[in-house]
């Protein structure tokens, strides 16, 4: 198994975004990943369109397992929260950002170094933040 991980870890080193394909993420032209990505347990839940920028230890997570809490009763016995991550055209994503399920980041958006994408972005935005909510930055930013 080690020997598996390392030969995993030195071709997703070599291409990142042909790696990222080869495990399902759908990744659209002109992208760029600055490192490897952790792409989670469900990568073809991910769709990263056409001139993305992903910058180091960008973390997806596309289900929630907080929910393994309330499985042992009745009401939620079944309960399991996965969702899609979509990229849209034109974004950058900051070192260390987590993005969780189901949200989307708008074409020609900003996410700053270190968020925790807990919502859908609007286009044109750029947004920083820290553990459960955004703060928008002003768009003056350049």
Request: glycine share 10%; aromatic share 10%.
């Amino acid at each position: 198994m080690k020997l598996i991980r390392k030969i995993t870890e030195r071709i997703a080193r070599r291409n990142p975004i042909e790696y990222a394909r080869k495990i399902g993420v759908k990744v659209g032209n002109e992208c760029r990943f600055t490192g490897n990505p952790r792409w989670g347990s469900e990568p073809w839940l991910i769709q990263v369109e056409n001139h993305v920028l992903l910058s180091a230890e960008v973390n997806f997570v596309t289900h929630d397992a907080g929910t393994f809490l309330f499985r042992d009763t009745e009401e939620y016995k079944d309960v399991f929260k996965f969702a899609p991550i979509v990229i849209h055209d034109n974004c950058f994503i900051g070192m260390r950002s987590t993005l969780l399920p189901g949200i989307e980041i708008g074409p020609n958006s900003v996410i700053a170094a270190g968020s925790v994408v807990t919502r859908s972005v609007p286009p044109g935005e750029v947004w920083g933040g820290g553990t459960s909510s955004f703060h928008r930055n002003d768009k003056r930013v350049c």
